[in-house]
C-alpha cells in the first residue's frame, strides 16, 4: 500500500490521543470559550499536542496544522490537518460521538484519511487510491462502500447543524427539500459522513466547517465512492463548507447548493 508507513502513523497518534481524551472524560472535564465561541478543553489541547508531535517524529519535514494551534512549516509538500477532539460540545457532555481526525494533505490534495471515535470503538480509515475501511473494537477490518439509491424520496439525508438553517446560504429552501427524503439525521457531524461512507445514507451536508473538519472524511468519503463537493461547487477542504452524497445524486444536491 502506498500510504501504509502514514496511515499507520495516523493510527498510532489517533490511539494515542483516545488515552488522553478518555481518561479526561472518566475524571470530568470544563470546557472554555474560545474567541469565536466554540469551546476548548485541557483534553484538546493535550490531544493535539500529542497527535502532532508523533507525526512529527515520524515524518520531520511535513508540515501541521491543528484546530487549536499547533503549527509547522513543510518542507515535502505535505501537511498533516488536526482536528484533535471533533465534537467538543459532545466531549463535555458526555455524547459519544466526538473523535479524532487527522488527514495528511499532499501538494493540495489530501492522500490519507483517519477517523477515530473512542467512546463508540470505531477507527476509520483511507488513502487515497487504496480504499477504506472501518474497524471496532469487537471485530476486525470491513471495507466501505456507499449505498446504491438513486432517489431523493428513497434516501437518507445527514444534516448538520440544524439550529443553523434559517441562516443563508439555505434559508426558507432546506425545509421543503428535506420533506422529500425518505428520512433526516443528525448524529453528529463526523459519525453522519462516516454513515454515508458505509452506505447507511446518501447525503451529508455541512454548512460550515473548518479544513479539520473535512481532512480526514473527504478522503475516507471518495474512497467509498462518494461524490465530494462545496457549495460553490469546487471540490476543497479550505472551501468553508462541504457535502458528499452517492454518485446518482449529486446532480441533485449540486443543484439544490448552488440555490
Not at 45 to 74: K, M, V, W
Not at 160 to 188: E, T, Y
Not at 237 to 252: D, K, Q, R, S, T
Request: hydrophobic share 45%; glycine share 12%.
Amino acid at each position: 500500500m502506498a500510504w501504509e508507513r502514514e496511515l499507520e502513523a495516523a493510527r498510532q497518534a489517533v490511539a494515542a490521543a483516545s488515552e488522553i481524551a478518555l481518561g479526561y472524560r472518566r475524571r470530568g472535564v470544563a470546557a472554555e470559550a474560545k474567541a469565536d465561541e466554540s469551546p476548548v478543553t485541557i483534553a484538546d489541547r493535550e490531544c493535539e499536542r500529542a497527535i502532532s508531535s508523533l507525526l512529527r517524529q515520524a515524518f520531520p519535514g511535513d508540515g501541521i496544522l491543528g484546530e487549536e494551534g499547533a503549527a509547522a512549516e513543510s518542507s515535502t509538500g505535505r501537511r498533516w490537518i488536526i482536528d484533535p477532539i471533533d465534537g467538543t460540545r459532545d466531549f463535555v457532555r458526555g455524547n459519544p460521538v466526538w473523535a479524532h481526525l487527522i488527514g495528511l494533505e499532499a501538494d493540495g490534495e489530501t492522500v490519507v484519511g483517519v477517523a477515530c471515535l473512542p467512546a463508540l470503538g470505531y477507527l476509520y480509515y483511507a488513502a487515497a487510491g487504496e480504499g477504506d475501511w472501518v474497524r471496532h473494537a469487537t471485530g476486525g477490518p470491513e471495507r466501505l462502500r456507499v449505498s446504491g439509491k438513486a432517489r431523493i424520496e428513497e434516501s437518507v439525508l445527514f444534516m448538520c447543524q440544524l439550529n443553523n438553517i434559517s441562516k443563508p446560504p439555505l434559508a426558507g429552501r432546506l425545509v421543503p427539500w428535506m420533506s422529500r427524503f425518505w428520512a433526516v439525521r443528525n448524529f453528529g457531524g463526523i459519525l453522519d459522513a462516516m454513515f454515508l461512507a458505509a452506505g447507511m445514507g446518501e447525503v451529508w451536508i455541512e454548512p460550515k466547517v473548518a479544513p479539520w473538519d473535512l481532512a480526514a472524511p473527504k478522503v475516507i468519503l471518495e474512497e467509498a465512492g462518494a461524490r465530494f463537493f462545496n457549495f460553490d461547487g469546487g471540490n476543497s477542504i479550505h472551501g468553508g463548507n462541504g457535502a458528499a452524497c452517492v454518485p446518482a445524486l449529486e446532480a441533485e444536491v449540486r443543484s439544490f447548493l448552488a440555490g
